[in-house]
């Protein structure tokens, strides 16, 4: 298989960012009027209005299927870029020690591994942005088996050595047309995508016909994020790209012919590291979060922090049928409201 190029030289100059007319990623020049923005996820152009300005990039919102959004000063160069050993261990919009991080995930994936016990037995899974391997970990720790896929060459390398579960050094063009998987897992993943249809056809192709799509992402409209307005911890572009609300990401999979069947607000811990680099990345821009960081010194980096939730929610999504399954069970509906 050919390797992903994370080669940290690449770069974007000034001249070839996006002036003028800014299109998303996936859509030729000729689909969009000149000095529109094109929607990545309806694409509908001339539907997003300015919400605001953050690090140097506009966010905009979509009046068509109120997506928000950014798009990547460069798409071909963005996932480099962006996710590179800094992003694991500089802190910042990143991590300051991702390894760290290591039970918290691993509690994360055996979370997800009994919600996914209400609905089928263990197969085959691709994790994707899988990182150190330690969510699919807990997955095989539960009788699962299967792959992970991650960008980044030491995370990949120390899935294989360290956490002992097969991982692809690339991304999901990576694996082969035809190969397809009981359960494709997208936790904290498709908020980063440059181009996002392009990424989620890729992930719907690799399903296998029976089998679950498992989206882990943040909601814009949550009471927190509207509190907090632009200083939102998760308003951190160009590294998250996209921002959605449940009906969003509904919305982006019934693209794909994927339904909702499952969902709500997971459970979350996050590492006393993690937590304050966070907030002094956030707090460069806002007094509140600056004090939360210095309050927060205190705190030993291993600890393990109980994360409320409330601005985070997943959906499980099984292909839609021409006829409808036996028994569609009711799930816990609460993460789509936005208070």
Known sequence: MSAFSSDSSLGCDQAERPTGSIK????????????QVVCPLCHAAGSAVRWAEVHGLAVWDCKEC????????????????????????????GYADYLQSAAVL???????????ARHAKPGRILDVGAAAGYTLQAFVEAGWTGVGVEPNATMAAHARRESRIESLYGRLQ??????????????????????????IRR???????????????????SFLARMQGRHWHEYNPPS???????????????????????????RRQVTGAHAKSLLAHVGRSSLLF?????????????????YPSWDLFWRLYRRRQTQPYASTPAFDRTADNAG
């Open 240 to 266: 998250v790209l996209h921002w959605f609300t449940p009906a969003s990401l509904d919305r982006l999979m019934d693209s794909v012919d994927f339904e909702p069947i499952d969902g709500g607000r997971p």
């Open 290 to 306: 600056r004090g939360a960081a210095l309050g927060c010194r205190v705190i030993p980096d291993a600890w393990a922090i109980p």
């Open 24 to 35: 998303s990623p996936g859509l030729e020049a000729s689909e969009m009027p000149t000095g």
């Open 203 to 221: 992930a719907a192709a690799a399903v296998a016909p029976s089998g679950f799509l498992l989206v882990e992402t943040w909601n814009h409209a």
């Open 66 to 93: 109120s997506h928000r959004f950014a798009v990547a000063p460069c798409p071909a160069e963005h996932v480099a870029a962006i996710y590179d050993d800094a992003y694991f261990f500089g802190g910042g919009a």
């Open 174 to 199: 990576e694996i082969p047309a035809g190969v397809e998987f009981d359960l494709v897992a997208m936790l904290q993943i498709v908020a980063h995508f440059a181009d996002l249809q392009a990424e």
């Open 106 to 116: 691993r509690r994360r994936g055996a979370y997800y591994a009994r919600c996914m």
